[in-house]
């Protein structure tokens, strides 16, 4: 199994809503990773976990909180989000993370609307 | 913080010629990696480099990692339709996380 399957795919929430994302891989990476994507730019890293602890958070509103409840799942809980979160939401997995992340791969992203 | 530099932004060619593309960077990699992404899917690898000057080829693709560890190319040569689509080059840091160029939009003239 060589994929990261997120869902759902498509996801419309308020802005008072609570949703979460997930994310799955069976590859027996230990290093995890959420991005968001606004149209025509490139990724942007927002958290990394390693062998199952958040290592990186680069700066994310609290409305989103991650979770790794253990080395095959991630998962991104959203609350009181806002229109301007509105994106594609990828989930990444490596084997650890040093040097550079080997066998790095996306899943197809969770398309995010909030309303 | 760090950035790459990639060009072209954006490419329009004839079926069958051969395509060129780079990144740059004033700061060192441990790794560069290229991916192409269609609309509304995740990115998917075409090119891992691992190593200072390695050239790796996959199909009619090839890449390579420079020597200064500080920029890549890809190549695509006799491109076809479904060639189309946005390329990214992606440097690996040390915790993992990967910084991206900003794309080259290739569109492909049958």
């Known amino acids: 199994d060589t994929e990261v399957t997120q869902t759902p795919k498509h996801l419309v929430m308020g802005m008072t809503n609570k949703k979460s994302l997930k994310c799955e891989q069976h590859?027996?990476?230990?290093?995890m990773y959420w991005y968001k994507q606004k149209a025509k730019k490139p990724p942007e890293l927002m958290f990394v976990y390693s062998y199952e602890k958040l290592s990186i958070n680069e700066s994310v509103p609290s409305r989103f909180s991650p979770e790794c409840p253990n080395s095959s799942l991630l998962n991104l809980h959203l609350h009181a989000l806002q229109p301007e979160d509105s994106a594609l939401y990828l989930c990444?997995?490596?084997?650890?993370?040093?040097?550079?992340?080997?066998?790095?791969?996306f899943g197809s992203g969770t398309r995010l609307t909030v309303v | 913080g760090q950035q790459l530099n990639q060009s072209p932004q954006s490419m329009f060619i004839q079926e069958g010629e051969d395509v060129s593309m780079n990144c740059t960077s004033s700061?060192?990699?441990?790794?560069w990696l290229w991916y192409k992404q269609d609309p509304g899917e995740g990115p998917v690898l075409l090119i891992a480099l691992y190593k200072a000057g390695e050239l790796t080829s996959n199909g009619r693709l090839t890449a390579q990692f420079g020597i200064t560890r500080k920029d890549s190319f890809l190549n695509i040569s006799a491109s076809i339709p479904s060639d189309v689509g946005i390329y990214f080059c992606a440097g690996g840091g040390s915790q993992g996380n990967l910084i991206f160029g900003k794309g080259t939009k290739l569109s492909v003239k049958p």
């Open positions: 700061s060192i990699f441990n790794t």
């Open positions: 990444a997995s490596s084997h650890p993370p040093y040097p550079g992340g080997y066998g790095y791969t």
């Open positions: 590859m027996g990476h230990r290093a």
